[in-house]
Each structure stands twice: as structure tokens, then as C-alpha cells.
């Protein structure tokens, strides 16, 4: 079992910049790759980014590309999502998931998920 704890979600301004968290407890001696995601209401769960368990693979949402970063610091079990030029449709509730194998963009192949954190960006 992998328990995921989201952090940093917020209130801020479009054009803005957010930095959000998630820290991994339990099993996470496994090689696991990790994804963010987000959910805006009324809408599916779609996907942001993701990065391979070593970080030498990453990938984004075209909507996303050029001003979202993921990254992961192994030693500290912790993955991150930095957010530049935040705009009013990046708001959502962020979610960050876990699974054995590959990364993916697809919600359903992540076997762990966290708890989400709010973003919201004001015009």
C-alpha cells in the first residue's frame, strides 16, 4: 500500500505561480512512476503530467506544456508540480497517483491516490 498526502493548493492571481507537494508513505521502496491530475467541477478527471520513477521521463497535457513542471525527489518520497502563468482554467482540484510500471496518462491504470488539493486562479 502506498498512502499519497497532496499540499500547496491555494488562492491566487492569473499569471501567478503555485508549487504543489505530494508526499508518499508506505511501500514506496517500489518502483513506482506518478502522475498529477485534476478535476474541475462538473468535468471528468483529466490528466497533467507525469514522470517515471528514476525522473528521466516526463510528460504533460498540451494544455499544460511550457508552464507546469513535474519533478520527484526520491530520497524524500515526495513528487512536485510547479505551476507558472496559472489561468482562471486551471482551476481544480489537483490529484496525484501512483502505479507500478511505466508512466501513463490514463486515470485508470494509477493504483494510488491521494486525497486532492484545490487550485483556484482568480481573472
Known amino acids: 500500500q502506498v498512502q499519497l498526502v497532496e499540499s500547496g493548493g491555494g488562492l491566487v492571481q492569473a499569471g501567478g505561480s503555485l508549487r504543489l507537494s505530494c508526499a508518499a508513505s508506505g511501500r514506496t521502496s517500489r518502483s513506482y512512476a506518478m502522475g498529477w491530475f485534476r478535476q474541475a467541477p462538473g468535468k471528468e478527471r483529466e490528466f497533467v503530467a507525469a514522470?517515471?520513477?528514476?525522473?528521466?521521463?516526463?510528460y504533460y497535457a498540451d494544455s499544460v506544456k511550457g508552464r507546469f513542471t513535474i519533478s520527484r525527489d526520491n530520497v524524500k518520497n515526495t513528487v512536485y508540480l510547479q505551476m507558472n502563468s496559472l489561468k482562471p482554467e486551471d482551476t481544480a482540484v489537483y490529484y496525484c497517483a501512483a502505479r507500478r510500471g511505466p508512466s501513463t496518462d490514463s486515470v485508470g491504470e494509477y493504483d494510488y491516490w491521494g486525497q486532492g488539493t484545490q487550485v483556484t486562479v482568480s481573472s
Open positions: 514522470i517515471s520513477w528514476s525522473g528521466g521521463s516526463t
